[in-house]
């Protein structure tokens, strides 16, 4: 706070040190003038705009991108908590307004591509897991109707730890990877604008603050980034869905805390971009709850909901470590891979950030938009029986496969930075 | 139960009610499937506190009631917007009729007391 106020006033004595040598340098070009600028103290709106100008300046000359952060965190002031996964009915439509993303049916080209692989191992391993966790371990709990989520998470660790160890002789991108269990994913970011309604600063305007709290189960990330799937600028036919009502109508919340930007490791972390996220739904969110509730349609609006805003805060986070925010925004496309799963039905969602000013100031002429690219949930396997595994699919196995195997053209084995360095 | 318009704008899946402090929100889903067969995918109620500000002409305390809100959002992707109940109509009244008449008479006073346009609105006691 002190180092703030001190830098504060110090760019006031630069500008006034500024004007004054101005004046002082006049004499021969004739009469000199000190800017006519608004005041820096006033009750005024010109006043209002020229303090955030100045804020503005300081976040973009900070030293270095700890302090951004730590600047752009600094005020705090009730937001909006979002929950990636929510109760909440249409939530993804909402999500798509407050992150200015377009969501797309279908994967990208890119992660289409075939590939040429030995499956019967991978599938045999595969099977393996699934059976020794829900079979062989003789838990107690693993043949009642409701199995708890720790089931489900050993199953779902297996399964990666397995697939991204096979595959790392055919990725070298893996081999210097990190993968994190459960970790925290925040990201704190301004959308829109609303009128103050009660107490004593009712009447004015203030922006709209959100905050995603998130915690994946699994999460990989890698020193390189990934390749986009579409130049920055490309305009997607879907449109971005607008909501005419408050957010507090979805229902959504909202609290003071910590602002928090992070993507699972600090800044300095050389893994810094991401790969592939791994998620969990909650029991109260699977598909045997809502189909009770005669919500079958909902299903894939909670898949798709996770998806967005989980992968939004992630690379948005990833692109704030770069040092870029609202006021500067993205140079380049930042991407991310997700995979949101209930334990046997598996949905795969890719991300593409193409800009980061979503503040009303940074909008106005923004004609770019945020990309997410989603499947349906598809079952893994229909059923586990004693020893068997029943309706193995082997499309969601390859889809999984060829997420885990997405990596830069031209990447080479011993051109890596370690990930140790 | 009453269908009231909403004070705030609203998702456009969501109808807002007055209800009875005894009903729940089960109830007011199963009345509105089983008796006017509206898809209901949820709904959340709120209780209204009603103010005990106003003072009678004895200066006395006189409470407002308090009422239940009920937020009914709709499934299959239906959606309900409140109508407006009051549309403003043109006003042409019939010529030959009183009001035209009046209507005419007025215009033709307000004409006399306009001032000369030539003036470009500058006042009539203003002289060079």
């Not at chain 2, 007391?113 to 609105?121: A, K, L």
Request: aromatic share 10%.
């Amino acid at each position: 706070m002190a180092a703030l106020r001190s830098k504060w006033s110090e760019l006031c004595r630069q500008i006034q040190a500024s004007s004054a040598a101005a004046v002082k340098a006049g004499p021969g070009a004739g009469p000199w003038y000190p800017p006519v600028v608004a005041s820096l103290t006033a009750k005024s709106k010109a006043a209002q705009r020229r303090r955030q100008e100045l804020f503005h300046q300081l976040l973009h000359e900070a030293g270095s991108i700890e302090k951004k952060l730590q600047l752009y965190e600094q005020r705090q002031r009730r937001k909006f908590v979002v929950y990636p996964q929510t109760f909440a009915l249409r939530a993804d439509r909402s999500y798509q307004s407050f992150t200015k993303t377009a969501f797309v049916p279908g994967l990208p080209p890119a992660s289409r591509a075939p590939v040429h692989l030995d499956l019967g191992a991978l599938r045999s391993l595969v099977c393996d897991a699934l059976l020794q966790e829900y079979f062989y371990l003789r838990r107690p709990f693993a043949c009642s109707p409701n199995p708890p989520e720790s089931l489900h998470e050993s199953f779902l660790t297996q399964l990666v730890t397995i697939l991204s160890g096979q595959l790392a002789a055919r990725n070298p991108l893996l081999a210097t990877s990190t993968l994190d269990f459960q970790p925290q994913v925040n990201f704190y970011w301004m959308r829109g604008e609303e009128v103050v309604r009660h107490g004593h600063r009712s009447g004015r305007v203030d922006p709209v603050r959100f905050q995603i709290d998130d915690r994946p189960l699994l999460q990989i990330r890698v020193p390189k980034q990934l390749p986009k799937f579409v130049p920055l600028d490309h305009l997607v036919a879907e449109e971005i869905p607008v909501i005419n009502h408050t957010p507090d109508k979805l229902p959504m919340f909202k609290r003071q805390y910590e602002n928090k930007v992070f993507i699972g490791s600090k800044v300095a972390d050389p893994c810094r971009y991401g790969h592939t996220q791994f998620h969990l739904i909650p029991e109260r969110l699977k598909r045997k709850k809502l189909i009770q509730k005669n919500l079958a349609h909902h299903i894939e609006v909670v898949y798709r909901a996770n998806g967005i805003a989980s992968l939004f805060a992630w690379t948005a986070a990833q692109a704030m470590y770069q040092g870029f925010w609202s006021e500067a925004d993205v140079t380049h496309p930042f991407v991310s891979q997700a995979v949101v799963t209930d334990g046997q039905y598996f949905a795969f969602f890719c991300y593409q950030l193409n800009t980061l000013a979503l503040t009303v100031e940074a909008d106005k002429n923004n004609p770019r938009k945020n990309i997410c690219w989603g499947t349906d949930s598809k079952p893994l396997y229909e059923a586990v029986e004693e020893n068997n595994i029943k309706g193995f699919n082997d499309e969601v196995l390859l889809q999984l496969i060829q997420f885990l195997l997405n990596r830069p053209k031209g990447l080479q084995t011993d051109r890596l930075p370690l990930a140790s360095a | 139960m009453t269908l009231v318009r909403p004070g705030v704008p609203q998702p456009e899946d969501v109808v807002q009610f007055r209800v009875s402090m005894q009903m729940t929100r089960l109830d007011i889903k199963n009345y509105l499937e089983k008796i006017y067969n509206v898809p209901v995918a949820v709904v959340r109620t709120r209780i209204q506190f009603g103010k005990n500000k106003k003072r009678n002409h004895k200066n006395q305390k006189v409470k407002c009631p308090d009422y239940k809100v009920a937020y009914v959002q709709l499934d299959q992707g239906q959606t309900f917007q409140f109508p407006n109940l009051f549309p403003e109509k043109e006003q042409t009244p019939e010529p030959g009729s009183i009001d035209d008449i009046q209507n005419k008479y007025l215009e033709e006073e307000r004409q006399k007391y306009q001032s000369d346009p030539r003036r470009g609105g500058v006042p009539a006691w203003f002289g060079l």
